[in-house]
Structure formats: C-alpha cells, structure tokens
C-alpha cells in the first residue's frame, strides 16, 4: 500500500515538474516570436524612399485585422489558376500580366505561376463563388487569406475569386488583398487599386469616372511604394502599428495624422458611382467625404 502511495507520489511530482518546464518553455518560445516582430530597424527601412503621404497611405492598408498587425509572405508565392481548363487564354494571360507587375514590388520575396502545387490559387470569372450558395448576382470579386495562428502572421496560403462580370481592376485588388493590403479608411485625392470603391472626389465629369472604372492593371506611384514598403525585409510579418510608430518616433501628432482611428468601431460609407450620376445631373457635389456612422 505504502508503495503505491509512493509511486502514485512520485508520478505526480514528475507530471507536475514536465508541465512546469513546459510551460517556461511555451513563454520563452512565445517571446522570442513577439521579439521576432518587434525586430525593426527605422533608418534602414527609410531608406526605400518615401513621401509622408506614402507613410500615411502604409499605416492606413498595411496592419490588418483585429490585432491591427501586418500580415505578408516571406515564403516564395506560387500561383495557380485552379480553373484554368475552363477560361479563355487571355484571362490567364491577365494573371501573368499581375505577376509582371508585382514580382519587383514584392522582392525578394518571388511569385510565379505554376500548374499545381500553388500556395495562392485563383479562380477566374467564376458565377458563385460558394457553390452552395447561389448569389443573387455575379460577384465581384473576394479573396481570403491564412488565418494567423498562436504563433505566426506569416501568410502561407491564400485563394482569389473573381467574377464573371468583374473588370480586370477587380483582380489586381483581390492579389493586393493576397498579398496582406487591407482597403484604407481613409480617402486618398489620388486612385488606390486595393481602395477601389472609392472614386477619387476630384473627377467632375463622367467620362473620367468612366475611365477610372476600366483603367486595366493601374497601381499609382504611392501604391506601389507602399507594397514595397510592407514587402521591405524590415517589416516581419505581425509587427504591430503601435510598435511602428514608436521606432519611427512618430509624435503624438503624426500619430493622429499617420494612424487611422481603427480601434473605434464604425462602419465608413464611401460615396458610391451612383452619387456622382447624381452630381452630373445636379451639378451639385454630393458624398464629397465618407460619412462614418
Ligand atoms: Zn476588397
């Protein structure tokens, strides 16, 4: 009996002594990954060259979701067009066409397509985009990204949808969106692919809408810098906007400049193509800014 008291004893000491050593280990092994994303060195990140308003442009799109934390690939990105049997060859040449495009932006990561094995598929002019819903209408276009895990920001897959009537602008917005981009919440007085919904206030006239809503594949100047600038090797992915803006030494002025208040809940409604109907008809301007509820 004595001896089975002992045992029972002794086993218990030894479960408790692995979990105790476990459970250092899990908070050692958690800091160093925090540490990870705090890694950030402000002067060689300036040197990529850009405008405040770049810098505005990349705290407004580059920290995403509720952490408000950046997400990117450090992985080489491998496209594949899961139903490419099924579209016509320019809608894969479009693809390639984006690949072109972002490839230098996102260096060193790589991307390139490829026939299977891909880490971001993409599925083109589709009619649904979930086969067990019907949609009331075509869709657009979405795109979904890897959940974070305990651990890690780090984007290792990614699927892109497209719709049957969406306009080749819509695919580049949903890869920005692969690539880590979230729409802004602020407006821009220049053309934003990944703030699409959004015209720009100075266009008066509808041609220029017009023109606006087919340019095919256009990144603006500040976008592109800022892809470069979430893809610089000094951005780990999950580093937060808070420590950013503290190893940019930004004051508490730029921060009110720079930092959208994303932490107070609402819902933001850009003016829409109808409103500028409107406006030609009216010749009022209306919707000039977003209302926030
Ligand atoms: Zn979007």
């Not at 933001?268 to 109907?277: K, L, M, N, V």
Request: one cysteine or more; hydrophobic letters at 40%; charged letters at 25%.
């Amino acid at each position: 009996m004595a001896a089975m008291v002992r045992y029972i004893a002794n086993t218990l000491f030894f479960v408790i002594v692995l979990l105790a050593i476990l459970g250092v280990a899990c908070c050692v092994f958690e800091a160093s990954v925090r540490n990870e994303t705090r890694r950030f060195d402000a002067e060689k990140f300036k040197q990529i060259g850009f405008s405040d308003d770049e810098l505005s442009l990349f705290c407004d799109v580059a920290f995403t979701g509720d952490e408000i934390r950046v997400r990117k690939w450090t992985d080489n990105i491998f496209v594949e067009i899961k139903n490419i049997d099924e579209i016509e060859p320019y809608a894969v040449e479009e693809v390639d066409s984006i690949i072109a495009i972002l490839a230098p932006l996102i260096a060193p990561v790589k991307i390139q397509r490829v026939e299977s094995g891909g880490n971001l598929h993409v599925y083109r002019r589709v009619e649904r985009i979930d086969p067990l819903k019907p949609e009331k209408y075509c869709p657009r276009g979405l795109a979904r990204i890897n959940k974070t895990s305990a651990y890690s920001w780090d984007i290792n897959f990614a699927i892109i949808f497209d719709g049957c009537d969406a306009s080749s602008q819509t695919l580049m917005h949903e890869f920005e969106h692969a690539l880590g981009l979230n729409h802004p919440i602020k407006l821009y007085p220049y053309y934003i692919t990944i703030g699409r919904s959004v015209i720009p206030q100075y266009f008066r006239t509808m041609r220029e809408v017009q023109a606006f809503r087919s340019q095919p594949f256009y990144l603006s100047p500040q976008e592109k810098t800022v892809i470069r600038m979430l893809y610089s090797p000094e951005v780990r992915p999950g580093m937060h906007i808070d420590h950013f803006a503290a190893r940019m030494e930004m004051s508490e002025d730029e921060k009110e400049k720079m930092i959208p208040q994303i932490r107070i809940p609402r819902i933001i409604i850009y003016p829409s193509p109808d409103d500028y109907f409107e406006n030609e008809k009216t010749g009022k301007p209306k919707a000039r800014q977003p209302k926030h509820l």
